[in-house]
Structure formats: C-alpha cells, structure tokens
C-alpha cells in the first residue's frame, strides 16, 4: 500500500493556547516577543505529514508482525489485537521551520518557539488522524509511540521507520543517531482504530509535557 503524504496544510494557530501553554498572560513583557515569534513563525510554517496502512499479519503474546517486520510490545498487542491494519505516521515541523529554528540565539525565544513548534507538529499529527479516520471510515483512532512507554522501548523506532520504505524522505524527514530524528521538532508512532477509549498519556510519564491531555496513571 502506498504512503500518504499532507504538505502545505493550512494550520490555525491559537495564540491564546500557546500564552496558556507557556504560562503567562497578555499584560506579561514577555508578550511582545510571543507575538513577534507567533507572527514570524506563521509566515514560514509549512509542516508535513505522512502515513501507510499496514496489513497485521500475525499477533503474538507481546508482538505484532507485519512482513518481515515485529514490534515488540505487550500494549501494543493488546490494542491492535482485535483490528487488521495500522497507520504509522509522522507528523513534522518541515525543514523551513528547523532550519529557521537553528537561528534563534536568545535562550527565552528558543523557549517559546519551541512550544509554539510543538503545537504545529501536534496540529498536524491530529490532521492525519482526521484523514485516517475519514478516508478508512474509523470512528474513534488513537496513537502510540515508541519511547513514550517502558513497554515499547524507543529502539523500536527504526522498525516502525522501514514501513515507510524511504517514502518519509519525500518530506524531508531523515534518521539520525541515539534515535532522534531531523526535523528534530517531529512526532512520530501509529495510530489505530480504538475499540478501548485507550490514551497514551495516562502510561507515559514524562513530566511538564505541554501536549499531554490525560493525567498520568502509572
Ligand atoms: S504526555 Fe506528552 S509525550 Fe507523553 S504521550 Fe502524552 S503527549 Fe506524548
């Protein structure tokens, strides 16, 4: 199956969010330099997206197995059990962002940009899900990703990557070492159709994360 791909994506950026986001109100001096960065920022986004329907075809106790391909997690299992295919997706900032991004200096407006950077690449990961569910008429998807959990360790990145067969390099997205990936500013997983009102957040303890949308439950 082929890969799809969202490039030039009208986004709607809250400016209000991204004040609640960072914590502070219109009347903070700091305010002056959110807008300026909001603006600047609007101007050159361009953020990509890109995901493929992947047929399952075994599940085992802890893995799933596409081709030649097995992801090892017990959760994953548990969620993708009683469906047939997947969607790994990547949702990215785009070049012309990073590279924008690499010439902030001052360490307060690389703060800031990072979150408003991290709300376009959450805008678009929720764009692709739309699509997901619309064009494969799912009523209710959620998404999982390596690293976020102990179950699904973070080096299972570049199996989850091979799917794609080089198709992520149409937008711009490469791997570099330690598991990261460029455009650095980029989210990256599966999404599925959820038969269990399943959230990712409630198992992922990471702290202060701005895009979290449910408490962590251990
Ligand atoms: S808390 Fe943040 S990093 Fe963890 S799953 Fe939720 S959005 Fe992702």
Known sequence: MKSIIINNAEIELDLNKIRRKIKINKNDPIDKDLIKL???????????GI??????DDIGENYIKTKNIILNSRILRENLKNTKKFFPYIATIGSELE???QNIEVVSEQYISNIILQE????????L????????DINSASSMSPGT???????????L??????DEKRIGVKTLNDNLISPIISVYGIVFEDLNDYN?????PKENCPNRSADFEG
């Open 149 to 159: 959990l102990k179950d699904w360790k973070l080096s299972e990145r570049d199996k």
């Open 200 to 204: 990712n957040c409630r198992l992922c």
């Open 120 to 127: 376009i690449c959450y805008i678009m990961k929720d764009m």
């Open 51 to 56: 995901y493929i329907p992947i047929v399952i």
């Open 161 to 166: 990557l091979q799917l794609f067969k080089g």
């Open 129 to 136: 899900i739309k699509n997901i569910k619309n064009n494969y």
């Open 99 to 101: 590279e924008w991004y």
């Open 38 to 48: 909001f603006n600047d920022i609007k101007k050159i986004a361009n953020p990509k």
